[in-house]
């Protein structure tokens, strides 16, 4: 069995306040959805 080590690692920043967000209740944090599966989905229009 392999294992991994993660040391050195750095954890994702906050969110920004600036950030607009959509179908949510209030803004997220990243306290909010530690230990979570998350799902992110970038797009632009062209």
């Known amino acids: ?11 994702a920043p906050d969110f920004p306040d600036s950030v607009e967000w959509i179908n949510t209740a209030r803004p997220l944090s990243m306290a909010d959805l530690r230990g979570k599966v998350v799902i992110l989905d970038f797009w632009t229009y062209c």
Do not use: D, P
């Open 1 to 11: 069995m392999v294992t991994r080590s993660f040391a050195g690692t750095v954890n």
